[in-house]
């Protein structure tokens, strides 16, 4: 028979194993929880984003500029919580249209607002309807892989978020106001000559046209409800009236409108963050070469024309070797 004494020590001897088993596990899954959580922040010291819980979910739309033509069912196929307001301007009949068709996508995009104003998502992104577009700055021009990439935590931070980091084709410099463009009679997508009275009629007498502008482009980018509603209401609508009363051509003020959102919403004219920095903060790529300021290995390449091949990811019936 086992003696009291001895008995007692064993006990004590147990309940004290047992706390430390106790203690050890709650360490464990406090350091677990503070690594495993599913959204993202942003880190100062490192330049890149660690995942948090603490980010808010909102809800989070797509506006879409789209023509009756264009398919878009692979933002329905891959972003079913999205809520997805696609515009068909060339349907009169449509859910949801606009008043006239002019001005590319911006019509669309000022519709959106105006209709919204009182009832906006927490985010925003405004696109162009197909998935493979020249401009889609992905190394096969994916725009699924575009959206799947981009974080929604830095749009919460900064407001308004471009979505393409690339420099070609509107940084570092585009427009340049006070300079004759000869490309703007010869081709209609330039707006250099006409940009400086537009400049005027949008912003206001008061303010200076800048001498150069850019922002990379072509008119893709996210907004915050928040930032959408430091302008009045009234104020969008004063911009979609001009856009449909001015003389300017449709890609002229199209063109003006893509070269003026950055600012509307706070930036300056000239808005390039390098290509290193882009990635890292708006799509999450922190790992890239970036030999140039305007540009990272692997990522984009402008092509000779502004539609892909027929049949593009597949090409001469070879595969992209993108990822979906």
Same mark, same amino acid.
């Given at each position: 028979?086992?003696?009291?004494?001895?008995?007692?020590? &064993?006990?004590?001897?147990?309940?004290?194993?047992?706390?430390?088993?106790?203690?050890?596990?709650?360490?464990?899954?406090?350091?677990?929880?503070?690594?495993?959580?599913?959204?993202?922040?942003?880190?100062? $010291?490192?330049?890149?984003?660690?995942?948090?819980?603490?980010?808010?979910?909102?809800?989070?739309?797509?506006?879409?500029?789209?023509?009756?033509?264009?398919?878009?069912?692979?933002?329905?196929?891959?972003?079913? $919580?999205?809520?997805?307001?696609?515009?068909?301007?060339? &349907?009169?009949?449509?859910?949801?249209?606009?008043?006239?068709?002019?001005?590319?996508?911006?019509?669309?995009?000022?519709?959106?607002?105006?209709d919204n104003?009182?009832?906006?998502?927490?985010?925003?992104?405004?696109?162009?309807?197909?998935?493979?577009?020249?401009?889609?700055?992905?190394?096969?021009?994916?725009?699924?892989?575009?959206?799947?990439?981009?974080?929604?935590?830095?749009?919460?931070?900064?407001?308004?978020?471009?979505?393409?980091?690339?420099?070609?084709?509107?940084?570092p410099n585009?427009?340049?106001?006070?300079?004759? $463009?000869?490309?703007?009679?010869?081709?209609?997508?330039?707006?250099?000559?006409?940009?400086?009275?537009?400049?005027?009629?949008?912003?206001?007498?008061?303010?200076?046209?800048?001498?150069e502008v850019?922002?990379?482009?072509?008119?893709?980018?996210?907004?915050?409800?928040?930032?959408?509603?430091?302008?009045?209401?009234?104020?969008?609508?004063?911009?979609?009236?001009?856009?449909?009363?001015? @003389?300017?051509?449709?890609?002229?003020?199209?063109?003006?409108?893509?070269?003026?959102?950055?600012?509307?919403?706070?930036?300056?004219?000239?808005?390039? @963050?390098?290509?290193?920095?882009?990635?890292?903060?708006?799509?999450?790529?922190?790992?890239?070469?970036?030999?140039?300021?305007?540009?990272?290995?692997?990522?984009?390449?402008?092509?000779?024309?502004?539609?892909?091949? &027929?049949?593009?990811?597949?090409? &001469?019936?070879?595969?992209?070797?993108?990822?979906?």
């Amino acid at each position: 028979m086992m003696r009291p004494r001895r008995r007692s020590s &064993n006990i004590r001897l147990a309940l004290y194993l047992l706390v430390l088993v106790l203690i050890a596990g709650y360490l464990v899954n406090r350091q677990r929880g503070a690594t495993s959580n599913e959204d993202l922040t942003y880190e100062e $010291d490192l330049g890149t984003y660690a995942h948090t819980s603490k980010s808010r979910k909102g809800e989070r739309a797509f506006v879409v500029a789209s023509q009756e033509k264009d398919d878009v069912a692979w933002l329905y196929d891959y972003f079913p $919580d999205w809520t997805k307001y696609r515009y068909i301007v060339d &349907n009169p009949k449509a859910e949801l249209r606009v008043p006239i068709n002019k001005g590319r996508e911006s019509m669309v995009y000022l519709t959106f607002i105006i209709d919204n104003y009182d009832n906006l998502p927490d985010y925003t992104l405004f696109l162009h309807p197909t998935r493979y577009q020249w401009h889609n700055d992905d190394p096969d021009y994916d725009g699924l892989m575009v959206l799947r990439n981009f974080q929604v935590p830095y749009l919460e931070q900064e407001g308004y978020v471009n979505l393409r980091c690339a420099w070609q084709l509107g940084c570092p410099n585009e427009i340049k106001p006070y300079e004759n $463009d000869p490309r703007e009679k010869q081709q209609q997508g330039h707006a250099g000559n006409s940009y400086y009275h537009a400049f005027k009629e949008i912003f206001g007498e008061a303010r200076e046209v800048p001498h150069e502008v850019g922002v990379s482009c072509c008119a893709q980018f996210a907004l915050t409800r928040d930032k959408i509603r430091e302008i009045p209401r009234s104020e969008y609508v004063r911009l979609r009236e001009w856009l449909a009363k001015t @003389p300017l051509l449709d890609s002229i003020s199209g063109r003006v409108m893509e070269y003026s959102w950055h600012i509307l919403f706070g930036k300056e004219p000239i808005h390039c @963050p390098s290509a290193q920095d882009c990635y890292c903060k708006v799509f999450g790529l922190c790992d890239l070469r970036c030999p140039e300021i305007g540009m990272c290995d692997g990522r984009y390449v402008l092509p000779p024309f502004s539609s892909l091949p &027929n049949g593009w990811p597949e090409y &001469n019936s070879k595969p992209c070797g993108c990822t979906t």
